[in-house]
């Protein structure tokens, strides 16, 4: 429900700015060839098989539109030859695209996708969309289902979630879930069930559900965890456990009590940090922190607390508010923090340099979560001189020259992580324009 969706992202103030006339969205595309003028640049077919991701913005459509990567000069540029809105009128061309199925191939519909994305990313454009989506949504989940090629159904979803994101409607969920379910669950395409739980888990959190769906929606991610992906044909694919439990960990955020799931949950989670792969351990590690850190709240104003002992004090927050624990999260507390000290300190040769020092710096702080579950990522015990109280989570995601975002909570770092994966390097914009964006995270003006 629409009500239930305001209470999960209302965290901190709605601010309204002025957008940057500009936005650096290069980082979506890596592709460096020449092109000719906008106007001018035509197909040059490449290799479209593998998954649409952030480096795979420059394939071309057969002809009838700029390619992606000259979308970017149109976005970006300062030529006086281009119109400032010029953008707007190739997102109409491709939504055209998209909406006449008849008239388009499988690789014209993927790349007409693919460009809808990149723009909807890199502009905040629900006016332009809105009006459209009638006829929009049901080509795009068309798409999906039909599942053509890969590169179409991938890029549908991707197209699927930023216009959910963009959109802020109450009523997607419900026209995509089910699709989005059936897709993750009997798609042969790994990146297609990568692509649907990402998108399933957007739906449930930004278009509109009612806390039984989205609880709903956390069981069937927690089913894929627990099962290592067999309950959705995937066995051991460590790359789909990893997105259910980052979708699952999303939707945490939204709730606040979690006292009931928490034990269920523990249990798949607490298996997964034996995994082989290192990017599940993370992920499984950065859910339970969150758990952890749920299961503490601030002190009511008229709440006297069932005291801790007389050499235990009750925890702070950074700004110095009180902490009461609500339930236990998980009762082998020792076991799992001895787990976590060995993630911390993993030095086996099966893992990788780059994965070795992940590991240490994730898990350090995961384990520093699990003891004192107020104390959120990056966390420091230095006091700051200004306040009087400690920096608390160094994180930070600059948005302006007098807006920052800081990540101080593992519920923030789930929400940034899930906004990143939608819209890539169009993030502070859309933090800036879009509604949506903004409710998910507080902010603090100039520097704190």
Request: proline share 2%; net charge negative.
């Amino acid at each position: 429900m629409h009500d239930l969706r305001r209470q999960a992202l209302e965290s901190g103030k709605t601010v309204s700015r002025k957008a940057r006339s500009r936005v650096a969205s290069g980082a979506n595309s890596k592709s460096n060839s020449a092109l000719n003028s906008p106007a001018q640049s035509r197909a040059a077919s490449r290799n479209p098989s593998r998954r649409g991701s952030d480096d795979d913005d420059d394939y071309l459509s057969d002809g009838t539109a700029w390619s992606t990567n000259s979308i970017d000069d149109i976005l970006n540029s300062e030529d006086a030859d281009v119109p400032t809105d010029a953008w707007k009128a190739e997102l109409h061309n491709r939504v055209e695209q998209i909406v006449d199925r008849k008239r388009s191939s499988t690789e014209g519909r993927a790349e007409s996708l693919n460009a809808y994305a990149h723009i909807l990313m890199a502009r905040f454009a629900k006016d332009d969309i809105e009006g459209r989506i009638g006829e929009l949504l049901p080509s795009i989940l068309r798409s999906i289902k039909s599942e053509t090629s890969e590169r179409e159904t991938v890029t549908a979803l991707r197209a699927l979630a930023v216009t959910i994101v963009t959109l802020d409607s109450d009523e997607l969920y419900d026209s995509a879930s089910d699709l989005l379910r059936r897709k993750v669950s009997d798609s042969e395409s790994t990146q297609v069930k990568i692509g649907a739980i990402h998108a399933l888990g957007t739906a449930a959190f930004f278009g509109g559900t009612s806390e039984d769906d989205l609880e709903d929606t956390m069981a069937f991610f927690l089913e894929i965890v627990e099962s290592d992906g067999l309950s959705v044909d995937a066995h051991d694919e460590g790359s789909v456990v990893i997105a259910a439990l980052e979708e699952w960990s999303l939707l945490v955020t939204a709730l606040d009590d979690l006292e009931a799931a928490t034990e269920t949950a523990m249990e798949a989670l607490v298996e997964q940090l034996e995994s082989a792969d290192a990017g599940v351990q993370g992920a499984t590690g950065e859910a339970i922190a969150l758990l952890y850190e749920k299961s503490y709240t601030p002190i009511e104003d008229d709440e006297v607390p069932e005291s801790a002992s007389d050499d235990e004090e009750l925890p702070r927050g950074t700004q110095g508010n009180l902490y009461v624990k609500r339930y236990t999260v998980y009762r082998r507390q020792d076991q799992l923090l001895h787990t976590l000290d060995a993630l911390a300190n993993a030095s086996s040769r099966r893992i990788s340099k780059k994965d070795r020092k992940t590991l240490h710096s994730t898990f350090a702080d995961i384990r520093n979560t699990v003891e004192k579950p107020t104390r959120g990522p990056k966390y420091s015990t230095a006091i700051d001189q200004e306040t009087g109280f400690v920096y608390g989570g160094r994180m930070k995601v600059k948005i302006n020259r007098n807006c920052e975002v800081r990540i101080d909570k593992w519920w923030k770092l789930q929400r940034l992580n899930a906004l990143r994966r939608v819209l890539q390097s169009g993030f502070t914009l859309h933090y800036d324009e879009n509604e949506a964006v903004s409710r998910c995270l507080p902010f603090s003006m100039s520097g704190r």
